[in-house]
Antibody
Framework: EVQLVQSGAEVKKPGESLKISCKGS????????IGWVRQMPGKGLEWMGI????????RYSPSFQGQVTISADKSTTTAYLQWSSLKASDTAMYYC???????????????????WGQGTLVTVSS | QSVLTQPPSVSAAPGQEVTISCSGS????????VSWYQQLPGTAPKLLIY???KRPSGIPDRFSGSKSGTSATLGITGLQTGDEADYYC???????????FGGGTKLTVL
C-alpha cells in the first residue's frame, strides 16, 4: 500500500527556520517525484515545487523559487520542505504528494499527483 | 489569481448531473494533460481523473473528464450528498516549467 506520512503540526515564530518531512513507503521511492502543495486557510491549492527522488532533480513554481527548499533523501525514502526564515504569511497546511511527470513529443506533459500525505499544519505567529 | 480558471461554485440536486469547467491557455491545458482532484472538507485532496479522462482504481464511473482545446471539464452524474467537496483541476505549464492548479470549485448538492 502506497503511503505518504508527514511530520506533525508546527508552531513557529517569524524569522525562525523549519524543515517538515514526508516519508514514502509501499512503492519504489526513487521511481517517482514528490511534490509539495500549499493551502492557506480557506483558500485553494498552490503548486510549490517537486523533487525527483531518484536524482534530486528539483523544479519550483516561480512563486516559491527562492522562498523554500525542497529535497529528498532516498536512503530514508523521505522528502523535505524547508524555510530559512518564516513569515506569518507562511501559515498554511502543506501537503506532500507522489508525483508523475512524463513528457511526450506528440502529446505534451502528463503530470498528476496520485497519492497524498495527510498534511502538516504550519502556524507562524509572534 | 490562478493560471487555470474555474467557477467558484456549482450546485445541483441529488441524482442530477453537474459539470465543472477549467479554462487555461496553450502553455498549459492546450498542450498538456489535465488532472482533477476532490477535496472533502477537512481532508487531503484525492486524485479523481488523470490524463484528461482516466479514472484511478476505485473512482466510480460517475466521474468523467474531457478536454477540448484550452479547456477541460469534469462531469459528475448521479450526484450524492457525499460528493459535496472542493474540486480542482491541474496540469503542467510549459512556460512556467511547473505544475499549476485551478482556483477550485465548491460543489453543493442541494
Amino acid at each position: 500500500e502506497v503511503q505518504l506520512v508527514q511530520s506533525g503540526a508546527e508552531v513557529k515564530k517569524p524569522g525562525e527556520s523549519l524543515k517538515i518531512s514526508c516519508k514514502g513507503s509501499g512503492y519504489s521511492f526513487t521511481s517517482y517525484w514528490i511534490g509539495w502543495v500549499r493551502q492557506m486557510p480557506g483558500k485553494g491549492l498552490e503548486w510549490m515545487g517537486i523533487v525527483y527522488s531518484g536524482d534530486s532533480d528539483t523544479r519550483y513554481s516561480p512563486s516559491f523559487q527562492g522562498q523554500v527548499t525542497i529535497s529528498a533523501d532516498k536512503s530514508t525514502t523521505t522528502a523535505y520542505l524547508q524555510w530559512s526564515s518564516l513569515k506569518a504569511s507562511d501559515t498554511a497546511m502543506y501537503y506532500c504528494a507522489r508525483g508523475n511527470i512524463h513528457y511526450y513529443d506528440s502529446s505534451g506533459y502528463r503530470h498528476y499527483f496520485d497519492f497524498w500525505g495527510q498534511g502538516t499544519l504550519v502556524t507562524v505567529s509572534s | 489569481q490562478s493560471v487555470l480558471t474555474q467557477p467558484p461554485s456549482v450546485s445541483a440536486a441529488p441524482g442530477q448531473e453537474v459539470t465543472i469547467s477549467c479554462s487555461g491557455s496553450s502553455s498549459n491545458i492546450g498542450n498538456n494533460y489535465v488532472s482533477w482532484y476532490q477535496q472533502l472538507p477537512g481532508t487531503a485532496p484525492k486524485l479523481l481523473i488523470y490524463d484528461n479522462n482516466k479514472r484511478p482504481s476505485g473512482i466510480p464511473d460517475r466521474f468523467s473528464g474531457s478536454k477540448s482545446g484550452t479547456s477541460a471539464t469534469l462531469g459528475i452524474t448521479g450526484l450524492q450528498t457525499g460528493d459535496e467537496a472542493d474540486y480542482y483541476c491541474g496540469t503542467w505549464d510549459s512556460s512556467l516549467s511547473a505544475g499549476v492548479f485551478g482556483g477550485g470549485t465548491k460543489l453543493t448538492v442541494l
